[in-house]
């Protein structure tokens, strides 16, 4: 920061003076420009402005510096330049940590922060007129608020993700841990090994390092364009964050506003189509197909309908490979995927191979194309990034299922993930119903034995209403992995919630409608035969499909409804403000899952 300039009672402000005929709106803004050791002259200027996200977890320990490095980037090319600009301080957004709060009732909150974060980016943005933006953004609900406040506002305006944390180190085995390895080994009865994977698994700074979450928006808001390609990959802790990539974010934004470049020139059906693409070769997190439809929203596209449909979406899982050996399904975190090759690498042979479309906008400048042929990625290593001819996994990474228990379609699986189970196709289960995920985290830890092969849990009333805020199961499906590893069986898992992208097994989530809403899943009793046929993309209750069957469990539910005064008895009462707005307007997974913005 410069020396602030001293006090004076005489200022002569640019601009023509019917914008600086009030003086008790300019006062103010002289004040701040003092105090940020700026040119006062410029109080009217376009603004420029950094946004970062920040919460109680080590995925935001590094955002700060970043901002702080982006700041004096353009805090330097608005002086070298003279450029007629200004700079505003840094704003900070909220951030939940999914990680701490997975299996609490606090993460409820953590789908809501994505909405919440939108709310306070977009008015950041409105209120302070704000003419270009650089984010940088962490952990995996505020990357996608911010986008969609950006794609809203449609100002020019780039992303800076903050990056991956590095894998640990279990101190006796010396194999690599991270946070998933430290979930699945909460069911570890030796306290001193629990005690060892806390204090190792998750060390230095960063997000979640494998492809979860994190990664996989991150990956995705990369090829939608929003942020170079090469900045994707690289750890939290990598200097090139600091030293090199804060003056080609800014040479971005001074790019996309000399050609006039905004975020829904970018924000296309074509380039959202890439994104999704990119994201199931990679086997990614099953969210995605809660933000990719929000951020749609948020550019004035249905995704169903202008980018892809249900149907179109199986299709390409069908004959989609995964090509990266990455956890929770492989071997490597996003580290070895920066190592051999990074974001490009994927990206170019999936191009190649004529998955994508190269002819979509970026924030260079550039189409995809353009931008991969800059950046000249190598090869695919078929250790870490596999071609699509010799890929790490045959067919894409998720599927969309429909049936009696999903009769608009929506219900989600990742494919990649799937450790067991599935016999020609098909996977057929006994039901074993929980109306909380509490009550199955009880029954897990109490009543291990009580699980069997060929089960299929079903939680429910945590949808997005039902939750409300349609939280995380990681912790749930962390313990049946764990289990199904021990005893080697197959527990499968069906939900009207969401699961992290580092949930592995047989796991179904955004089963719609939800059971607050009595949904088919609503209906569903212990004992009922389930079936998930992936040949068919369909999941079904043997039960339901007697129509006399349905209609009797369908009164009798909504009995006990009206008995309750118009909620179900098993729905938990909320009284937190924002709690209660997200029960009331709460959109469906195959909207978004976040809160309806009208």
């Keep these: 920061m410069t020396d602030r300039p001293e006090s004076s009672t005489s200022v002569t402000v640019r601009g023509s003076s019917a914008r600086t005929s009030n003086p008790g709106r300019d006062v103010q803004r002289v004040g701040t420009a003092r105090f940020l050791g700026e040119d006062v002259t410029k109080i009217h200027d376009p603004v420029w402005a950094v946004i970062g996200n920040l919460g109680d977890s080590q995925c935001y320990v590094g955002v700060q510096e970043k901002v702080a490095a982006v700041q004096e980037a353009m805090s330097r090319r608005i002086a070298d330049d003279d450029r007629s600009n200004r700079l505003i301080a840094p704003a900070f957004t ?331 196709g098909v996977f057929t289960g006994t039901a074993k119903v929980f109306n909380s995920e509490r009550s199955l985290i009880d029954a897990l830890d109490e009543q291990p034995d009580d699980f069997h092969d060929n089960d299929m849990v079903v939680i429910r009333y945590e949808g997005p209403r039902g939750a409300p805020g349609m939280p995380e199961m990681l912790d749930p499906t962390s313990k049946i992995t764990s289990l199904c590893r021990k005893k080697g069986i197959t527990i499968a898992l069906m939900t009207d919630a969401r699961f992290s992208g580092g949930s592995v097994g047989l796991v179904i989530g955004h089963v719609a409608p939800e059971a607050l809403l009595g949904g088919p899943i609503a209906l569903i009793e212990d004992g009922d035969t389930i079936t998930v046929d992936i040949n068919q993309d369909r999941l079904d209750c043997a039960e339901l499909a007697d129509e006399t069957v349905a209609h009797q469990r369908a009164e009798a539910w909504e009995g006990r409804v009206r008995a309750n005064g118009g909620v179900h008895p098993d729905v938990t009462p909320v009284s937190h403000r924002v709690l209660r707005r997200m029960r009331a307007t709460g959109l469906p997974a195959l909207l978004g899952g976040g809160m309806s913005p009208d």
Excluded at 163 to 182: F, H, M, N, Q, Y
Excluded at 394 to 407: H, K, Q, V
């Design 94 to 424: 909220v951030g939940v940590s999914d990680g701490q709060l997975n299996g609490t009732p606090q993460m409820r909150f953590s789908l809501i922060g994505r909405e919440l974060v939108n709310d306070a980016a977009s008015v950041h943005i409105a209120a302070n007129q704000v003419a270009g933006l650089v984010a940088v953004v962490a952990c995996d609900k505020p990357p996608v608020g911010t986008v969609a406040a950006l794609v809203e506002q449609n100002i020019p305006g780039v992303i800076l993700s903050d990056g991956s944390i590095r894998p640990g180190r279990d101190p006796k085995t010396g194999d690599r841990i991270d946070l998933v390895t430290a979930f699945q080994f909460a069911t570890n009865p030796d306290d001193e090994a629990r005690a060892e994977i806390a204090l190792h698994a998750c060390p230095g700074q960063g997000s979640c390092g494998g492809m979860f979450t994190y990664n996989t928006m991150q990956s995705f808001i990369g090829v939608l364009g929003l942020e170079p390609l090469h900045m994707v990959a690289p750890p939290s802790d990598d200097v090139r964050r600091l030293e090199q990539f804060p003056d080609e974010l800014v040479e971005c934004l001074v790019t996309m506003a000399a050609k006039e470049i905004r975020p829904r020139d970018i924000v296309t059906p074509t380039s959202l189509r890439n994104a999704l693409i990119v994201a199931m070769a990679m086997g990614g997190s099953t969210n995605v197909m809660l933000h990719s439809v929000e951020i749609a929203r948020a550019a004035g596209i249905d995704l169903w309908d202008e980018v892809m449909s249900q149907d179109e979406f199986n299709a390409l899982s069908h004959r989609l490979p995964v090509i990266v050996n990455m956890r929770p399904f492989g071997e490597y975190s996003m580290v070895d995927v920066d190592a051999s090759g990074g974001l490009p690498t994927i990206v170019n042979e999936l191009l190649e191979a004529g998955f994508l479309d190269g002819n979509a906008l970026t924030c260079t400048g550039e189409t995809l194309a353009e931008q991969l042929a800059r950046l000249d990625p190598p090869q695919p290593d078929h250790e870490v990034i596999f071609s699509v001819e010799r890929p790490f996994k045959e067919t894409g990474g998720l599927r969309l299922l429909s049936g009696n228990l999903a009769p608009d379609g929506g219900a989600i699986l990742k494919l990649a993930g799937v450790e067991s189970g599935i016999i020609g």
